[in-house]
């Protein structure tokens, strides 16, 4: 099983941007989630989806969307990129939203 | 909204040493889970406490849920330089503290 996997690993961008990072599991997880890490604020949810074909808002949703067609895809789309949406991205996977599984996770740099 | 705290936010120590982080909630939780993150990669599962009092041990880890369910603390006893890294702790609907960022020092 590979588990989590997101790519790409590194991306620049450049403000205006858009772009679509993405994220696949091989667990048959119902639950994904995508996160954002900042320096000294933890992990922020972005946005979730407890399974195909529903999503929902986490706590800074704004600037980004997501689908989930499958059970085994989540993307995550900037629409427009800014320079506040440097950060690196990960995205999980889990059973419920308990015990999650992560991805390497994705380094933005927005310019 | 539920919200965790976790401190200290940074931890330096001396190998051998012990430590406690701790994560404080006004909020019950169902649940508390503990993961360990390294530089460069994504957060790894430790540990999940259920029930309120709960003591869990993961070799010189050692983790407890809060009689009330609102708290809950990790101890490593003699601190390895393999312990660094940041320490975070979730709950509820997918919500993580701060973390803890520690270093330990041959």
């Known amino acids: 099983n590979a588990g989590v996997t997101q790519t790409p690993k590194f991306q620049v961008l450049k403000t205006g941007q858009s772009m679509t990072l993405q994220c696949a599991q091989d667990?048959?997880?119902?639950?994904m989630s995508w996160y954002r890490q900042d320096p000294g604020m933890g992990l922020r949810l972005i946005h979730y989806?407890?399974?195909?074909?529903?999503?929902d808002q986490g706590e800074v949703p704004n600037g980004y969307n997501v689908s989930r067609s499958t059970t085994e895809d989540f993307p995550l789309r900037l629409l427009s990129a800014a320079p506040s949406q440097t950060s690196v991205y990960f995205c999980a996977s889990s059973v419920s939203s308990y015990e999650q599984y992560f991805g390497p996770g994705t380094r933005l740099t927005v310019t | 909204t539920q919200l965790l705290e976790q401190s200290p936010q940074f931890l330096s120590i001396q190998e051998g040493e012990n430590l406690t982080v701790y994560c404080n909630s006004s909020s019950v939780f169902s649940s508390l889970q503990w993961y360990r993150q390294e530089p460069g990669e994504g957060p790894v599962l430790l540990v999940t406490?259920?029930?309120?009092?709960e003591v869990k041990k993961l070799k010189r880890l050692t983790f407890q849920f809060g009689d009330a369910r609102k708290d809950s603390s990790l101890h490593i006893t003699a601190a390895q330089p393999g312990d660094t890294g940041l320490y975070l702790c979730a709950g509820g609907k997918l919500i993580f503290g701060q973390g803890t960022e520690l270093s330990v020092k041959p």
């Open positions: 989806s407890v399974g195909a074909g529903i999503t």
């Open positions: 406490v259920v029930t309120g009092g």
């Open positions: 667990m048959n997880h119902e639950y």
